[in-house]
Nanobody
Framework: QVQLVESGGGSARAGDSLRLSCRAS????????????MAWIRQAPGKGLEWVSA????????DYEDSVKGRFTISRDNAKNTAYLHLNDLKPEDTGVYFC???????????WGQGTQVTVSS
């Protein structure tokens, strides 16, 4: 069973930066972190889940939700079993719980972390 653990959230002011990390573990013997596409999804207070960004298993294709383009950067280090989300020029509307999600490239099984809180004040 794949486990995902997010870290790096916290409180920030508008214009600040944060880096979120998502470390994966618990792979079956026949697979590795590089078999999973990774994504970040957030949930603002009182709202539903919102997809933020995704990166493919090789790390050479990234995609972003329009409101974070140019401000957030997704990356991964397959040697460290870790995905990252760099949040720059934070805005109060970026406040929420940020979850990482892993999708196995063949079976399409997906896994979620427990989330990390990001709070941005104006």
């Amino acid at each position: 069973q794949v486990q995902l653990v997010e870290s790096g959230g916290g409180s920030a002011r508008a214009g600040d930066s944060l880096r979120l990390s998502c470390r994966a573990s618990g792979f079956m013997s026949i697979e590795s972190f590089s078999d999973f596409a990774m994504a970040w999804i957030r949930q603002a207070p009182g709202k539903g889940l919102e997809w933020v960004s995704a990166i493919n298993n090789r790390g050479d294709k990234m995609d972003y939700e329009d409101s974070v383009k140019g401000r957030f950067t997704i990356s991964r280090d397959n040697a460290k079993n870790t995905a990252y989300l760099h949040l720059n020029d934070l805005k109060p509307e970026d406040t929420g719980v940020y979850f990482c999600n892993a999708v196995q490239r063949v079976s399409r099984e997906n896994y979620w972390g427990q989330g990390t809180q990001v709070t941005v004040s104006s």
